[in-house]
């Protein structure tokens, strides 16, 4: 009786074995087919699954030069992450660029760093730089590379061209350093630059006040960046946040909600002087930022001056006693505000 038992547990184990290897090799089968089916090769020969995204940066990657097109590629990558798929993979890729500015690059770390979902869902972003030479060394001088590539996802460190900062509180500390950048690059004196300081105070305080109310903290992390460039003698100063925006936080009126006024509208109303019951504050001396910085700039060696909010942008430039606003309309909608403004050696010259 013992021998039989034995022998039947024996046969038992062989057929259990036997079927589990045939299992094994049909289901390793079924494996293959469905990677084939599932995975595509790109050009280095590398297999791409379906939880990779691919966004394809347009070929001239600048706000200040090709508006539409950049803000409609931040937009479907911003799509991308509000589908909340679990260790999506974000390939930002930036071959078919040819012209590059910083504003593009600092704004799409703002929305890499600031959404929580990316760090809720684990997402993963990398990138390939541009193939020509001229694009590829501003991604390298900004550090956007170091981003992308960075495990941490830390900003870049600073180069000998750019000052890069970011905090969600105001900090008269950093706009001070943006001052003594412009003074050594310029070798003029800390009165000739006093107007970063009190534009930067501002920003910063708007963003912090105003741009990340609780709704909006659901979503984003509430910091703003900073940047500072000066090539060929201009310097350019750029501001970003991923909060609400101008045109968000804008009080409207009642025909203007039935006449669905346009943003740009609505940003050149934000920088007029008086409109403090327009904030969603409604406290006087909260009102008063944007016109403040706006007379700041007119009176200022400052030649350009760029404000995007929502589908919306203005820009005030030209020289002291001459300066035009002009107003942009857009098809895509920004997330949150970007500041961008530039002046030069000789604008300085001449007002002082």
Aim: include cysteine; proline fraction near 3%; hydrophobic fraction near 35%.
């Amino acid at each position: 009786m013992k021998k039989r038992k034995q022998w039947k547990k024996i046969l038992h184990d062989r057929r259990c074995q036997k079927l589990g290897r045939k299992k094994t090799k049909r289901h390793s089968r079924h494996s293959n087919t469905v990677l084939r089916k599932t995975l595509s090769k790109n050009r280095n020969g590398q297999y791409h699954g379906p939880d990779e995204k691919r966004y394809i940066a347009p070929e001239r990657f600048s706000l200040i030069d090709n508006a539409n097109d950049t803000i409609e590629y931040f937009n479907n990558i911003y799509d991308g992450i509000k589908k909340k798929k679990l260790k999506t993979k974000f390939h930002i890729d930036s071959s078919k660029v040819n012209h590059v500015t910083v504003d593009a690059l600092i704004y799409l770390i703002a929305i890499m760093d600031n959404m929580k979902l990316n760090r809720i869902l684990k997402y993963e972003f990398y990138g390939n730089l541009p193939q020509g030479y001229a694009a590829r060394m501003v991604y390298l001088d900004s550090g956007f590379m170091n981003y992308v590539q960075s495990a941490l996802k830390r900003l870049p460190n600073n180069t000998f061209k750019v000052r890069i900062v970011s905090d969600d509180k105001a900090r008269p500390t950093l706009s001070k350093k943006i001052c003594l950048f412009a003074m050594e690059k310029f070798e003029v004196l800390q009165k000739d630059v006093l107007f970063i300081q009190k534009i930067l105070v501002e920003l910063m305080s708007n963003s912090f006040y105003h741009a990340y109310p609780e709704d909006v903290k659901e979503e984003m992390i509430s910091k703003w960046y900073l940047y500072a460039e000066c090539i060929n003698g201009t310097m350019r100063i750029i501001f970003a946040d991923t909060g609400k925006g101008i045109t968000g936080t804008i009080r409207k009126r009642f025909l203007e909600k039935v006449s669905r006024i346009n943003d740009c509208d609505l940003l050149e109303t934000a920088f007029q002087p008086g409109n403090f019951i327009r904030t969603e504050t409604r406290i006087p001396h909260r009102g008063n930022g944007l016109p403040g910085i706006k007379k700041v700039v007119e009176n200022s060696p400052i030649t350009s001056f760029w404000a995007f909010s929502g589908r919306g942008a203005i820009r005030i430039g030209g020289q002291k006693g001459n300066k035009i606003l002009t107003k942009y309309r857009f098809e895509h909608k920004i997330h949150g505000t970007i500041y961008i403004f530039e002046f030069g050696k000789e604008s300085m010259i001449c007002e002082y």
